[in-house]
């Protein structure tokens, strides 16, 4: 009996185990990631997460589902695996508590769609292609703490980042860079790449931004700008940083800049302020913009009307403001900005000032050789200069959402400049090497100039997708005034190279005064409409006015210093109006991984033209302009794209080239309108291909233009045999076109047997131009290659350099001259390393090297080595603080140089730069950052 019972009280509790154990287990799914098929027969394995011994294993059903019982209490590892598919691995845990687990459905995902879009945990994909967007991930680049975003894009395969800041990429030069897509210090790149720290950047976006409107549609316009967003880091959005740093030297060069920036959730304020003779501050403070705030009025809304340029007393030499390099120049520059978002994001705000002054002086010479038909004309021409400007500009832009489908953006800006130019000149000519004259000039030239601008931008979309509506008006107004001085004196010289008593030395005393205005009014209304989810079209018609009034007077003396007689063949006064009608339409198609895109704008333009003083009858001219547009884009995977694309355009003449006026700012080259003047049709076509592969860390990128124009505007330049003096006149070309090209392509790996970045890119360039010397035809053929080879490695806390070198091949050859040949080579080198040296000093050198051969025309070659060096003590365990020893152009050979080839003119520039100097600065990089964005 006892042991009846024994036996019954065990199978009870044999009984309760088996049924607990049977109450632990687990079931799932299975299907592929993308197309959602359920995977039959997909293996289900379960390991112990301890040891991975098998616990159990299955098959899924038909659709894809599968359980596994009698699991019982542990730590356990699910292991999916399907031919083709990548296996899916999942840590689980039953207990007490938690008796089964359900995975729901798991997507499996192909190993060759992995491979294209590929997430490699823990390691950072360093590019992405998005359409027409390339994406950095700045994690996947390595540089120093404290350094800049500037030190970030030389690293990007693609992207070259000069001595001065300018960056280039994809052959193209980026004139915007935004700050998480919102402008910061208006268009002024270098205000972003030289302010914001590297570290704060979380991606580097690349692309070419549409206009408001093609980016409101979704449809392309044609109207693109190269541009790079910096998105920051989330917690880089809340706290303050900035830099201060002032450096001296016994050469007299110094700098000081101070930066301060305050980031605050959806707010940022910045401010600055630089002063330096060095070059390598103060000197990016220029914006682009349009509307008059740079040197041309070019409003932008192809129109297509005559342009006038507003580069204040352009028939005397004016200054733009901007530092090429020639000369020695003094930046004081400061500004202040500030954006802001609120009301949930519906209203936001984005603001400038700047102020600044630049003050360039220098020399300079040229050499020039004309080919005539039988004769060749060899000019040297020394030049001394002083420039400056000051400039003030506000800028803001406001924008609303009125609700949640209408939002309107309201901008304005004013600029007030004065520039002031004082430029000395002697030289001589001659002809097949005898001298046929000798000229001093002197020409001083004080501009004061405004501008003030507005306009409004309204969209609004319907409950329709992709029916949209927009209204635009632009108004800009613009006024120059420069007066100034020329005094000339040219001396001419016989076949023995003495004075000539036949002719009399030419001798100019004037006075000069311009008085330049432009007002201009532009609208355009936009209709965006879907005949399907994949076809679309945006319709558009614009009106615009402009009004413009050109007074400009020369005036001889009649008494030293007293200028009161009228020049008339130097003098004008004329009053432009035009009126034009636009309209437009765009079929855009998008259907997976293809758009096309295809329209064309037409303009009827009507110009009339009133000369002031009754010289010249009116003239009335009416055209009509058409801008045809075409591309096409296809999206291989997110890390490969394909585009190709067609503009076509039509350019008018420029009221200078038009006017019947004698500009003599040159007297021995001189330039007079033609009313006769043609319209000229420009025809582009653009290439762009980008793929990268994540797994090796490869890109290749390939992109290129070709552009050609008929019934091109030439210069017909008529040259006295005697004198050397020219008479240049543009005309149009009929029966031939000019054109130009430009094709580059970029290879960059990651060799990862040795660590190190290599990079392959080809660059070619060329045009084919005519124009008339002395009534003969001209064709000038100009083509340039420039295959270059770079490396560079980084060794974190050790040691980085780079080497990027290559050979340059220019060939050039004119009709007039065909047995001159000035084909040339030449080698371009840029390399620079950092040793970072215990007790925190730092060791590093940026080198330069460029060699221009000799050619038949210029009989010297052209040697450069430039070699800047410095040490750097940090400070502090961030770093932040440094003091530096600087040495530029420790060999001192910096000299300016430049050469090339237009139409039958070869010239040769030489120029005053700054050599070699030393320097000492003191730096403080300072941080304080919120680790994240606070609540409201």
């Given at each position: 009996?006892?042991?009846?019972?024994?036996?019954f009280?065990?199978f009870?509790?044999?009984?309760?185990?088996?049924?607990?154990?049977?109450?632990?287990?687990?079931k799932?799914?299975?299907?592929?990631?993308?197309?959602?098929?359920?995977?039959?027969?997909?293996?289900?394995?379960?390991?112990?997460?301890?040891?991975?011994?098998?616990?159990?294993?299955?098959?899924?059903?038909?659709?894809?589902?599968?359980?596994?019982?009698?699991?019982?209490?542990?730590?356990?590892?699910?292991?999916?695996?399907?031919?083709?598919?990548?296996?899916?691995?999942?840590?689980?845990?039953?207990?007490?508590?938690?008796?089964?687990?359900?995975?729901?459905?798991?997507?499996?995902?192909?190993?060759?769609?992995?491979?294209?879009?590929?997430?490699?945990?823990?390691?950072a994909?360093?590019?992405?292609?998005?359409?027409?967007?390339?994406?950095?991930?700045?994690?996947?680049?390595?540089?120093?703490?404290?350094?800049?975003?500037?030190d970030?894009?030389?690293?990007?395969?693609?992207?070259?980042?000069?001595?001065?800041?300018?960056?280039?990429?994809?052959?193209?030069?980026?004139?915007?860079?935004?700050?998480?897509?919102?402008?910061?210090?208006g268009?002024?790149?270098?205000?972003?790449?030289?302010?914001?720290?590297?570290?704060m950047?979380?991606k580097?976006?690349?692309?070419?931004?549409?206009?408001?409107?093609?980016?409101?549609?979704?449809?392309?316009?044609?109207?693109?700008?190269?541009?790079?967003?910096?998105?920051?880091?989330?917690?880089?959005?809340?706290?303050?940083?900035?830099?201060?740093?002032?450096?001296?030297?016994?050469?007299?060069?110094?700098?000081?800049?101070?930066?301060?920036?305050?980031?605050?959730?959806?707010?940022?304020?910045?401010?600055y302020?630089?002063?330096?003779?060095?070059?390598?501050?103060?000197?990016?403070?220029?914006?682009?913009?349009?509307?008059g705030?740079?040197?041309?009025?070019?409003?932008?809304d192809?129109?297509?009307?005559?342009?006038?340029n507003?580069?204040?007393?352009?028939?005397?030499?004016?200054?733009?403001?901007?530092?090429?390099?020639?000369?020695?120049?003094?930046?004081?520059?400061?500004?202040?900005?500030?954006?802001?978002k609120?009301?949930?994001?519906?209203?936001?705000?984005?603001?400038?000032?700047?102020?600044?002054?630049?003050?360039?002086d220098?020399?300079?010479?040229?050499?020039?050789?004309?080919?005539?038909?039988?004769?060749?004309?060899?000019?040297?021409l020394?030049q001394?200069?002083?420039?400056?400007?000051?400039?003030?500009?506000?800028?803001?832009?406001?924008?609303?959402?009125l609700?949640?489908?209408?939002?309107?953006?309201?901008?304005?800006?004013?600029?007030v400049?004065?520039?002031?130019?004082?430029?000395?000149?002697?030289?001589e000519?001659?002809?097949?090497d005898?001298?046929?004259?000798?000229?001093?000039?002197?020409?001083?030239?004080?501009?004061d100039?405004?501008?003030?601008?507005?306009?409004?931008?309204?969209?609004?979309?319907?409950?329709?997708?992709?029916?949209?509506?927009?209204?635009?008006?632009?108004?800009?107004?613009?006024?120059?005034?420069?007066?100034?001085?020329?005094?000339?004196?040219?001396?001419?010289?016989?076949?023995?190279?003495?004075?000539?008593?036949?002719?009399?030395?030419?001798?100019?005393?004037?006075?000069?005064?311009?008085?330049?205005?432009?007002?201009?009014?532009?609208?355009?209304?936009?209709?965006?409409?879907?005949?399907?989810?994949?076809?679309?079209?945006?319709?558009?018609?614009?009106?615009?006015?402009?009004?413009?009034?050109?007074?400009?007077?020369?005036?001889?003396?009649?008494?030293?210093?007293?200028?009161?007689?009228?020049?008339?063949?130097?003098?004008?006064?004329?009053?432009?109006?035009?009126?034009?009608?636009?309209?437009?339409?765009?079929?855009?198609?998008?259907?997976?991984?293809?758009?096309?895109?295809?329209?064309?704008?037409?303009?009827?333009?009507?110009?009339?033209?009133?000369?002031?003083?009754?010289?010249?009858?009116?003239?009335?001219?009416?055209?009509?302009?058409?801008?045809?547009?075409?591309?096409?884009?296809?999206?291989?995977?997110?890390?490969?794209?394909?585009?190709?694309?067609?503009?076509?355009?039509?350019?008018?003449?420029?009221?200078?080239?038009?006017?019947?006026?004698?500009?003599?700012?040159?007297?021995?080259?001189?330039?007079?309108?033609?009313?006769?003047?043609?319209?000229?049709?420009?025809?582009?076509?653009?290439?762009?291909?980008?793929?990268?592969?994540?797994?090796?860390?490869?890109?290749?990128?390939?992109?290129?233009?070709?552009?050609?124009?008929?019934?091109?505007?030439?210069?017909?330049?008529?040259?006295?045999?005697?004198?050397?003096?020219?008479?240049?006149?543009?005309?149009?070309?009929?029966?031939?076109?000019t054109?130009?090209?430009?094709?580059?392509?970029?290879?960059?790996?990651?060799?990862?047997?040795?660590?190190?970045?290599?990079?392959?890119?080809?660059?070619?360039n060329?045009?084919?131009?005519?124009?008339?010397?002395?009534?003969?035809?001209?064709?000038?053929?100009?083509?340039?290659?420039?295959?270059?080879?770079?490396?560079?490695?980084?060794?974190?806390?050790?040691?980085?350099?780079?080497?990027?070198?290559?050979?340059?091949?220019?060939?050039?050859?004119?009709?007039?001259?065909?047995?001159?040949?000035?084909?040339g080579?030449?080698?371009?080198?840029?390399?620079?390393?950092?040793?970072?040296?215990?007790?925190?000093?730092?060791?590093?050198?940026?080198?330069?090297?460029?060699?221009?051969?000799?050619?038949?025309?210029?009989?010297?070659?052209?040697?450069?080595?430039?070699?800047?060096?410095?040490?750097?003590?940090?400070?502090?365990?961030?770093?932040?603080?440094?003091?530096?020893?600087?040495?530029?152009?420790?060999?001192?050979?910096?000299?300016?140089?430049?050469?090339n080839?237009?139409?039958?003119?070869?010239?040769?520039?030489?120029?005053?730069?700054?050599?070699?100097?030393?320097?000492?600065?003191?730096?403080?990089?300072?941080?304080r950052?919120?680790?994240?964005?606070?609540?409201?």
């Amino acid at each position: 009996m006892k042991f009846t019972i024994l036996l019954f009280l065990l199978f009870c509790l044999g009984s309760g185990s088996l049924f607990a154990q049977n109450n632990y287990f687990i079931k799932g799914v299975a299907a592929d990631s993308v197309a959602h098929i359920k995977l039959k027969n997909t293996t289900v394995v379960i390991l112990n997460a301890k040891d991975s011994i098998l616990r159990k294993f299955t098959r899924a059903e038909e659709n894809g589902s599968y359980s596994i019982g009698n699991l019982g209490k542990g730590k356990f590892i699910l292991l999916l695996s399907y031919p083709g598919y990548a296996d899916y691995v999942d840590n689980f845990t039953l207990d007490s508590v938690k008796t089964s687990h359900d995975f729901g459905t798991i997507n499996m995902r192909l190993k060759s769609r992995i491979l294209q879009e590929v997430i490699i945990k823990g390691t950072a994909a360093a590019i992405k292609i998005k359409g027409d967007t390339t994406e950095f991930n700045a994690a996947a680049y390595k540089i120093e703490p404290n350094s800049r975003v500037e030190d970030l894009l030389k690293q990007l395969p693609g992207i070259e980042v000069d001595k001065d800041g300018k960056i280039t990429a994809q052959g193209q030069t980026v004139s915007k860079v935004l700050v998480d897509g919102e402008e910061f210090f208006g268009d002024d790149p270098t205000l972003v790449t030289k302010n914001i720290r590297g570290d704060m950047v979380d991606k580097v976006q690349l692309y070419d931004k549409k206009s408001d409107q093609a980016a409101f549609t979704g449809i392309d316009d044609g109207q693109k700008t190269k541009t790079i967003n910096i998105k920051l880091k989330d917690d880089k959005k809340n706290g303050m940083f900035g830099k201060a740093d002032a450096g001296d030297g016994p050469g007299g060069y110094y700098q000081s800049q101070l930066i301060f920036n305050a980031f605050r959730a959806k707010q940022k304020f910045s401010v600055y302020g630089t002063m330096g003779n060095n070059s390598r501050v103060g000197l990016g403070w220029e914006d682009n913009q349009k509307y008059g705030t740079g040197q041309g009025l070019d409003f932008g809304d192809g129109t297509g009307g005559i342009s006038f340029n507003f580069g204040g007393g352009d028939d005397l030499d004016s200054f733009d403001g901007r530092y090429n390099g020639q000369g020695i120049p003094l930046a004081r520059t400061a500004g202040v900005h500030y954006d802001s978002k609120w009301n949930n994001d519906k209203e936001s705000i984005n603001t400038n000032y700047k102020i600044g002054s630049i003050t360039i002086d220098g020399t300079e010479n040229d050499l020039t050789q004309n080919n005539q038909p039988d004769n060749i004309f060899n000019s040297r021409l020394d030049q001394t200069f002083h420039k400056y400007m000051f400039r003030q500009k506000l800028d803001a832009v406001y924008q609303i959402k009125l609700d949640t489908s209408s939002n309107l953006k309201i901008s304005v800006d004013g600029t007030v400049k004065h520039s002031i130019n004082k430029s000395s000149y002697s030289g001589e000519e001659s002809r097949n090497d005898t001298l046929i004259n000798k000229s001093t000039r002197d020409l001083i030239n004080n501009v004061d100039q405004r501008a003030f601008n507005a306009s409004a931008f309204y969209t609004h979309k319907f409950k329709k997708v992709g029916r949209t509506l927009s209204f635009s008006i632009v108004e800009g107004y613009s006024q120059s005034k420069a007066k100034g001085n020329l005094n000339s004196t040219i001396k001419f010289y016989n076949a023995q190279k003495q004075l000539d008593t036949t002719q009399k030395p030419q001798i100019i005393d004037q006075y000069k005064t311009n008085d330049l205005k432009n007002n201009a009014l532009n609208t355009n209304l936009t209709y965006s409409e879907p005949f399907s989810k994949t076809f679309a079209i945006v319709m558009n018609y614009g009106i615009s006015v402009d009004n413009t009034s050109a007074d400009r007077q020369s005036f001889n003396a009649s008494s030293p210093g007293v200028y009161n007689v009228l020049v008339d063949s130097l003098s004008s006064n004329y009053k432009l109006n035009q009126f034009s009608n636009q309209a437009g339409a765009i079929f855009n198609y998008k259907k997976g991984k293809t758009i096309l895109n295809f329209g064309t704008r037409v303009v009827d333009v009507n110009f009339h033209q009133v000369d002031e003083s009754g010289l010249n009858a009116p003239i009335d001219r009416n055209f009509v302009n058409w801008a045809p547009q075409a591309s096409y884009q296809y999206r291989f995977s997110n890390q490969k794209s394909f585009r190709i694309s067609y503009n076509g355009s039509t350019t008018q003449p420029t009221l200078d080239q038009i006017q019947p006026l004698k500009v003599n700012n040159d007297p021995l080259n001189e330039v007079i309108g033609n009313p006769t003047l043609s319209p000229s049709f420009t025809n582009s076509f653009n290439i762009n291909y980008n793929s990268y592969k994540v797994l090796t860390s490869q890109f290749i990128g390939f992109y290129g233009n070709y552009s050609f124009i008929t019934n091109p505007i030439v210069t017909n330049t008529n040259t006295d045999l005697t004198t050397g003096k020219s008479t240049s006149q543009a005309i149009n070309l009929t029966g031939k076109t000019t054109a130009s090209y430009y094709f580059g392509a970029n290879l960059n790996k990651k060799i990862e047997a040795i660590d190190m970045n290599a990079g392959l890119n080809l660059n070619a360039n060329g045009n084919v131009y005519y124009n008339y010397a002395n009534d003969a035809l001209n064709r000038t053929v100009s083509y340039t290659y420039n295959p270059r080879f770079s490396v560079s490695k980084y060794k974190e806390k050790k040691f980085d350099f780079y080497l990027s070198a290559g050979p340059t091949y220019t060939i050039s050859q004119s009709s007039l001259q065909i047995a001159t040949n000035n084909n040339g080579g030449g080698f371009k080198a840029d390399a620079g390393f950092n040793i970072y040296l215990p007790g925190k000093f730092q060791i590093g050198s940026d080198d330069n090297y460029e060699y221009t051969a000799k050619t038949q025309s210029f009989s010297t070659d052209f040697k450069r080595t430039l070699i800047n060096a410095y040490i750097i003590k940090k400070f502090m365990k961030s770093e932040s603080l440094s003091l530096e020893l600087w040495g530029n152009d420790l060999l001192n050979q910096n000299v300016g140089f430049n050469r090339n080839a237009n139409g039958n003119l070869i010239t040769q520039n030489s120029y005053t730069t700054i050599k070699r100097y030393f320097m000492f600065t003191i730096a403080y990089d300072f941080t304080r950052m919120g680790g994240g964005v606070p609540k409201k």
